[in-house]
Each structure stands twice: as C-alpha cells, then as structure tokens.
C-alpha cells in the first residue's frame, strides 16, 4: 500500500510535466512558422458579399523586416506590387503608374477587399516577441488533440491585443485561432489547414480568415508552392523594384 500511495502521489507531477508552458508551445510555434526567408507562390480567394474573387501573388521574405509581393492575376491586379521594410509599406499600382506610401490608420484598411488587413499582411513577428502566453485548457479541435492558448499582448502598439488559439499537441500547429480588440470585442477568426511537413517543419497550406465586422463568408490564403530559407537577392527589396 505505501508503495500504491507513493505512486499516486507521483501522478500530478507526471501529469504536470506533460503540459508544456505557455511560452514553450509559441517557441514550438515560431519554430515552425518564422524562417530566416521565404518565397512563395499563392491564391487569395475572396468571398465578398457579392461575389467571389481569385487573386494570385508571388512574394518573397525575409524574417519580419522585408517582404516583396507582386500580384500575377486577374489582369484587373496584375502588375501592382508592395513593399513593406519594417514599419513602412509603399505599393505600386500600374493603372496610376504611381507609387503610393500607406501609413496610420490606412495600414487598418482592408487589403484588396479581403478580410485581412495591411496590418495583417505586414505582421510577420515571432509570437514570442510581441505575446505573453498560458495554456487555458485542452479540447479535441478537427479530430485533434489541441492545447487551448491564450495570448496577451506585451504593448499596446500590438495589433491584437488578446489571441486564443488551439494549438495541435503533436505539430504544434494553431488549427483555430480568435483575435480580440483591447476591448474584448472579437474582431476576426481564423483556421488553418492542410497541414503538411515541409523539411523539419509543419506549415499549413491552407488559411482562412473571417473579419467578424465584415459581410461575406471570409477569404481563403492559399499557399501553392513555399520555399524556406532560400538566399534572396537585396534589390528585390528596393522601391526600384516597384516599378
């Protein structure tokens, strides 16, 4: 009996030590999703309140500092391209042939329609750099097992302020996430798919984002092709390569 009790008394511990922090579960995150580069091949596929559209892009990246996008389809974008170097981003339209600086609160503005903002599109940060995090629970989420997470902002310059994600417990992947104002108020939601191993990591191929503000039944990131950790030539990132 006292080896019996001696056991039991062992059991929260062991159990304890099963469920990582809330900070080991973002680095396991950052690990899969940050990268030191990444060139990409992608459809955003937006259902508007009216009517679906398919836009198609080739980017390139370079940790949260630098990132290229030029739009490849329909003819009514192809051609326009952005830029974002650290905080600022500039975007080429070919119809005005002009070069237009986006800032302040039209980073807020919707991007091309779609249910992600600029903000969103230029917010590539390691989660550990800008969230706080505790694990709140556990739950079975599109037949997975996942840790449910919740994230607090560090400072107020933050996007979002609060984040709740459901997280794989074996990739370490967020399936599901929820994005909160400072207010509490629930601005968009968010759930990634297709889950696939690319090299030593996980990545999700398909996302799909919900602006809860917004008509419409959301918009669909689809990767087609991703490479991580490529060298990628400094002029890329240049406003000369705007135009």
Not at 31 to 36: P, T, V
Not at 90 to 107: T, Y
Not at 181 to 199: F, H, R, T, V, Y
């Amino acid at each position: 009996m006292r080896y019996l009790a001696a056991i039991l008394l062992l059991v929260p511990t062991f159990l304890w030590a099963q469920e990582p922090s809330g900070k080991e579960i973002l680095q396991r995150i950052d690990k899969n999703m940050a990268s030191k580069s990444t060139i990409s091949t992608s459809k955003m596929v937006i259902h508007g309140a009216r009517q679906t559209r398919t836009i198609e892009a080739k980017s390139w990246g370079i940790g949260d500092e630098k990132s290229f996008t030029e739009y490849l389809a329909p003819v009514r974008e192809k051609g326009t391209k952005m830029l974002k170097l650290d905080d600022e981003l500039w975007i080429f339209s070919p119809g005005s042939d002009r070069i237009i600086k986006i800032s302040g609160h039209m980073l807020r503005q919707s991007l091309m329609g779609s249910d992600l903002s600029y903000e969103d599109m230029m917010d590539n940060a390691e989660l550990l750099e800008d969230y706080d995090a505790g694990v709140i629970g556990s739950e079975i989420y599109d037949e997975r097992d996942c840790w449910i997470v919740e994230l607090q902002a560090k400072t107020a310059e933050v996007n979002y302020q609060t984040r709740k994600m459901w997280v794989d417990k074996d990739r370490y992947i967020p399936l599901k996430e929820e994005l909160y104002a400072k207010s509490g108020k629930l601005l968009k939601k968010l759930e990634l798919s297709d889950i696939k191993k690319i090299g030593n990591r996980w990545y999700p191929q398909k996302m799909v984002f919900k602006d809860m503000l917004k008509k419409g039944d959301g918009t669909e990131f689809i990767i087609d092709e991703i490479e991580f950790d490529k060298e990628i030539p400094e002029h890329i990132f240049t406003k000369a390569a705007l135009k």
